[in-house]
C-alpha cells in the first residue's frame, strides 16, 4: 500500500527550528490524507498536523499552531512539517501517518504509519 520512513529529527536548542520529513511509496500518495503525530515520553501518541491530499486544507493542533507548518510535495512523495520555535515541550518521537478516509485527528483515523524520529528541545 504506502510505507513511511521518517527523517530530520535530532537536538535543537529552544527557539531554533527543525524540518521533517516523511518519505513515501506508492503509486497513489497523492490520493493520502497526512498527518504528522508525536508521543512524548510516558504519553499517548497525539496529533499535531494534517494536510488533505489535495494540500489546500491544513489543520494544526492548538499546542503547534503558529509554529509548525505542515506541507506535502506529491511530486516527490515527501510530506514534511516546519518547525519554528520549538519549546521543550516538543520533544517527543514524531511519526508520519497516512490515511484515505475523512477523518484526520485521532490515532485510530490512519492506516499507515511511520517508524518515527526523535525531536529533542533544550532548554
Known amino acids: 500500500q504506502v510505507q513511511l520512513i521518517e527523517s530530520g529529527g535530532g537536538l535543537v536548542q529552544a527557539g531554533g527550528s527543525l524540518r521533517l520529513s516523511c518519505a513515501a511509496s506508492g503509486r497513489a500518495f497523492s490520493a493520502y490524507n497526512l498527518a504528522w503525530f508525536r508521543q512524548p515520553p510516558g504519553k499517548e501518541r497525539e496529533f499535531v498536523a494534517a494536510?488533505?491530499?489535495?494540500?489546500?486544507?491544513?489543520y494544526y493542533a492548538d499546542s503547534v499552531k503558529g509554529r509548525f507548518t505542515i506541507s506535502r510535495d506529491n511530486a516527490k512523495n515527501t510530506l514534511y512539517l516546519q518547525m519554528n520555535s520549538v519549546k521543550p515541550e516538543d520533544t517527543a518521537v514524531y511519526y508520519c501517518a497516512a490515511n484515505r478516509g475523512n477523518d484526520i485527528y485521532h490515532v485510530r483515523d490512519y492506516n499507515y504509519w511511520g517508524q518515527g524520529t526523535q525531536v529533542t528541545v533544550s532548554s
Open positions: 494536510i488533505r491530499w489535495r494540500g489546500v486544507s491544513t
